[in-house]
């Protein structure tokens, strides 16, 4: 007999992302204090407590498995799902933003530098912990808010909205930050020439050069993004922590903090 697959809308859809944001930087956040002894921001954007990645992930681990049982094919699938998808945004963070938020190169067999078999395997558990249960009781908290359909929709578009903005208004900083960063330090890039143009057209924009540089200025970045790094041409990767002289600590040692 054929098996009845569970659909899945739109508006669940949005809502996974937002919640699986969320658990993700509370995931992150715990990673940090375990393997570092710091609290420090592990978040994706510069405003919202979101880590994209693991929302992304969750979608699309349950939007392939979300019919199985079979607890070895969640692991497995939830494994190549994940590294897929770390894979990803690491490649399209650099590729887009010019800037890379982990390297696993020293790690064992990593694939680029962008995921590796610790993760994978890590991604497989989290995919068991997810599917078999926490999404359950997510469904049903989102079909009780779906009793009140105006309100439920409301809140989504809502929420949304202001995730996308905040993506938007990330990716923009993001954009400039590597500008003025890889302009001031004279990195070796391959396009440092255009990078040093568009620098400049920012810069000669004075309301705007403004703006940025009070909003967005190194230290706003560097604490949102502690583990930020730029690889050089020669494949020489810099941490950006190290470029910055003027920036007080961005993180909170357990020791010292309590």
């Given at each position: 007999m054929e098996k009845t697959r569970k659909k899945i809308d739109v508006w669940s859809i949005f809502m996974y992302l937002i919640l699986y944001?969320?658990?993700?930087f509370?995931?992150?956040?715990?990673f940090g204090i375990l393997t570092k002894g710091v609290v420090e921001s592990r978040k994706s954007f510069l405003y919202g407590p979101f880590c994209a990645?693991?929302?992304?992930?969750?979608?699309?681990?349950?939007?392939?498995?979300?019919?199985?049982?079979?607890?070895?094919k969640i692991f497995f699938g939830g494994a190549i799902i994940g590294a897929v998808v770390e894979y990803s945004m690491s490649f399209l963070c650099e590729k887009f933003f010019?800037?890379?938020?982990?390297?696993?190169?020293?790690?064992f067999l990593n694939i680029d530098g962008r995921t590796c078999l610790f993760y994978a395997v890590s991604w497989g558990f989290l995919a068991i912990l997810l599917l078999q249960v926490l999404n359950p009781y997510v469904d049903k908290w989102i079909t009780k808010l779906r009793q009140k359909k105006s309100l439920f929709k409301v809140a989504s578009v809502l929420?949304?909205?202001?995730f996308t903005a905040d993506a938007l208004i990330t990716g923009y900083a993001l954009k400039v930050f590597y500008y003025r960063i890889a302009a001031q330090n004279?990195?070796?890039?391959?396009?440092?020439?255009?990078?040093?143009?568009k620098y400049d057209k920012i810069q000669q924009n004075r309301?705007?050069?403004?703006?940025?540089?009070?909003?967005?200025?190194?230290?706003?970045?560097?604490k949102t993004y502690p583990n930020m790094m730029i690889e050089e041409q020669n494949q020489n990767t810099?941490?950006?922590?190290?470029?910055?002289?003027?920036?007080?600590?961005?993180?909170?040692?357990?020791?010292?903090?309590?």
């Open positions: 944001s969320i658990a993700g509370l995931i992150e956040t715990v990645i693991y929302g992304i992930g969750a979608i699309a681990m349950i939007l392939a498995l979300r019919n199985e049982k079979n607890y070895f010019g800037v890379k938020w982990w390297d696993y190169s020293e790690a929420l949304i909205a202001f004279n990195l070796n890039l391959t396009d440092q020439h255009e990078i040093q143009n309301t705007f050069a403004g703006f940025v540089n009070q909003y967005y200025d190194n230290e706003k970045m560097l810099i941490y950006v922590e190290n470029l910055i002289d003027d920036v007080e600590p961005y993180y909170y040692r357990l020791g010292e903090a309590f």
